[in-house]
């Protein structure tokens, strides 16, 4: 079935710095992923929604400037969070999706990348 | 705007019982589509089950299965001879739209499945 690969699982960044997760779709071409945020015990919040080759669509709410999204190919979309703050700590993930319905509906997931800001 | 609602914050079942999640969705798009995942503390997000506005029949996957109760807007799931291992949080989600919409999806709170022994 369809697999999205994110990386890194798991980043510990000082305050100020960048992070950049990265998610690969392995065996289909993603023509579109969409990003999320989620805090601990609650549900996943869209931040973003990006179409290969062109800018991404921000949620209300979200900071473009600091939620930096590239989505250059059909197979890689990269979420950069510049000048982390330790409130940016949280658990992002990505979620890819192609043409069709396939058999989850059409949605496939990565497994998402938990970011601490200390 | 679409809003799913999840009521229940935590559960209890026994392990071999079954159990339902609840599950009501507000939206005034004609074609949608409603999901449930499973979400295990390692955080991924595993796909249990999918229902379509149009699909006459309800969907079941195994041990899963969604009733789907389209005038009354709720799209339970029913989780059969439950296991340890279904202890996690359930989300139920919904995607505006068409089959081959690219709407992001929409998620409810969640609830916590706790499954005793």
Known sequence: GAVVSQHPSRVICKSGTSVKIECRSLDFQATTMFWYRQFPKQSLMLMATSNEGS???????????????????????????????????????????????????????????????? | AQKITQTQPGMFVQE????????????????????????????????????????EQN???????????????????????????DSAMYFCAMRPGGRNSGYALNFGKGTSLLVTP
Request: overall charge negative.
């Open chain 2, 59 to 85: 969907a079941t996957e195994g041990r899963y299965s969604l009733n789907f109760q389209k005038a009354r807007k709720s799209a339970n799931l029913v989780i059969s001879a439950s296991q340890l291992g």
């Open chain 2, 16 to 55: 071999k019982e079954a159990v339902t999640l609840d599950c009501t969705y507000d939206t005034s798009d004609q074609s949608y589509g409603l999901f449930w995942y499973k979400q295990p503390s390692s955080g991924e997000m595993i796909f249990l089950i999918y229902q379509g506005s149009y699909d």
């Open chain 1, 55 to 118: 800018k991404a669509t921000y949620e209300q709410g979200v900071e473009k400037d600091k939620f930096l999204i590239n989505h250059a190919s059909l197979t890689l979309s990269t979420l950069t969070v510049t000048s982390a703050h330790p409130e940016d700590s949280s658990f992002y993930i990505c979620s890819a999706r192609e043409g069709g319905e396939g058999l989850s509906g059409g949605y496939t997931f990565g497994s998402g990348t938990r970011l601490t800001v200390v």
